[in-house]
């Protein structure tokens, strides 16, 4: 079983959807938790941290479960522009990668 | 550009040969981290370095690699007698310690034929 747990998608939705990807982790051992945004064919870059309180940037929401080993990324009124895969990542002083979740957004 | 930088961008070799890459962390980051990328897959850690000692080596790096940091500044990663299987993103990290966030590079994508 991998430690970090995602559906890989794709999600396909249209321009000002709102649209939610989970990820589960099974290495209690991560001190801290991620998500990076990945454009094709180029390096990750992170999207923002994820707090056990629930953090917000704009239209981007992450939350933390520890209890439930569980993290989601809310994204609402979806652009063109958020098209990318979407990679949770656990923190060991290594980073710990899912395998993405690749969303498109249609017009 | 003060960001972290790797060399080449592309290398396409034959099976058996032996590749070298190179990346520069951002200037004052202590640590630095070498990951590698399968299509469809996330980065895997490799390896890492605190200036120039290397504290952990993943199972995924075998015999055939080795990775330096001799000046505690850039890195290099070889691969000896290269196979198929290798062909990957090899992706470079650099962060402060006790700074979770890492900055990647651009990444060297490998073809073996």
């Known amino acids: 079983r991998k430690e970090v747990e995602q559906d890989p998608g794709p999600f396909n939705v249209p321009e000002g959807a709102t649209v939610a990807f989970n990820c589960t982790y099974s290495?209690?051992?991560?001190?801290?938790f991620f998500w990076y945004r990945q454009d094709c064919r180029k390096e990750p870059k992170l999207l923002m941290s994820v707090y056990s309180s629930g953090n917000e940037d704009g239209r981007f929401t992450a939350q933390l479960n520890r209890a439930s080993q569980y993290i989601s990324l809310l994204i609402r009124d979806s652009k063109l522009s958020d098209s990318a895969t979407y990679l949770c990542?656990?923190?060991?002083?290594?980073?710990?990668f899912g395998t993405g979740t690749r969303l498109q957004v249609f017009p | 550009d003060t960001g972290v930088s790797q060399d080449p961008r592309h290398k396409i070799t034959k099976r058996g040969q032996n590749v070298t890459f190179r990346c520069d962390p951002i200037?004052?980051?202590?640590?630095l981290y070498w990951y590698r990328q399968t299509l469809g897959q996330g980065p895997e850690f490799l390896t890492y370095?605190?200036?120039?000692?290397?504290?952990?080596k993943s199972r995924l790096l075998s015999d055939r690699f080795s990775a330096e940091r001799p000046k505690g500044s850039f890195s290099t990663l070889e691969i000896q007698r290269t196979e198929q299987g290798d062909s990957a993103m090899y992706l470079c990290?650099?962060?402060?310690?006790?700074?979770?966030?890492?900055?990647f590079g651009p990444g060297t994508r490998l073809t073996v034929l």
């Open positions: 290495n209690s051992a991560s001190q801290s």
């Open positions: 990542v656990g923190n060991t002083d290594k980073l710990i």
């Open positions: 200037s004052e980051h202590n640590r």
């Open positions: 370095f605190q200036n120039e000692a290397q504290l952990e």
């Open positions: 990290a650099s962060s402060l310690a006790g700074e979770a966030e890492q900055f």
